[in-house]
């Protein structure tokens, strides 16, 4: 399995709270991506990161931040939780091979509960 | 990415061959088709990639026709362990691009006794 490791794994939090979720890879892999998953709607991109200190916004970025000052972690923050973010937050990393082709690597994902 | 299509879901049973079809019609030149595999409370995991005809591994084939508007992910022999959710990616990395990398709703598989 690629060296990816979700922490917290799970965390339960009070309404505006400041929340902080870590993605930590082993692989040097250049692409790392957060996701949630709220069921019914599948996987749903937050943000992604395509290089140390370089981040973009994905499907469902409002109320979240990212940052990535190393390769090998890539940190999702809630500034100020709300219960519409209870839901199971997953990082992936991926990299390029020869031709366009990639294949990508998920965590364990973190079950994040706002009460 | 390009715009997929996949069904919602599919139910079958021990033994049988499920084929899953994604349809993407804006598929572009360069564009690989992924598939990947969820099962609960997991992360989705790879399972195949192809660009053309046919690719197979030790657990699926990929099915792709010449026009590339759609892609069948076949799993032979199904077992109830094979219940998952599946979702079909079309795309391609570039590097120096960002490649976000987007799922859509994916196909949830019921294998039955």
């Known amino acids: 399995d690629a060296g990816i490791t979700q922490s917290p794994r799970h965390k339960v939090t009070e309404t505006g709270t400041p929340v902080t979720l870590r993605c930590h890879q082993t692989e040097n892999h250049r692409y790392m991506y957060w996701y949630r998953q709220d069921p019914g709607h599948g996987l749903r991109l937050i943000h992604y990161s395509y290089g140390v200190k370089d981040t973009d916004k994905g499907e469902v970025s409002d109320g979240y931040s990212v940052s990535r000052s190393k390769t090998e972690d890539f940190l999702l923050t809630l500034e100020s939780a709300t219960s519409s973010q209870t839901s199971v937050y997953f990082c992936a990393i991926s990299s390029s091979k020869t031709g366009g082709r990639t294949e990508a690597f998920f965590g364990q994902g973190t079950r994040l509960t706002v009460v | 990415l390009a715009k997929t299509t996949q069904p919602i879901s599919m139910d079958s049973y021990e033994g049988q061959e499920v084929n899953i079809t994604c349809s993407h019609n804006n598929i572009a030149t360069n564009d690989y088709i992924t598939w990947y595999q969820q099962f609960p409370s997991q992360g989705p995991r790879f399972i195949i990639q192809g660009y053309k005809t046919k690719v197979t591994n030790e657990v699926a084939s990929l099915f792709i026709p010449a026009d590339r508007k759609s892609s069948t992910l076949s799993l032979p022999r199904v077992s109830l362990s094979d219940t998952a959710v599946y979702y079909c990616?079309?795309?391609?990395?570039?590097?120096?691009?960002?490649?976000?990398?987007?799922f859509g709703a994916g196909t949830r598989l019921t294998v039955k006794p």
């Open positions: 990616l079309v795309g391609v990395f570039r590097v120096n691009n960002n490649n976000d990398m987007r």
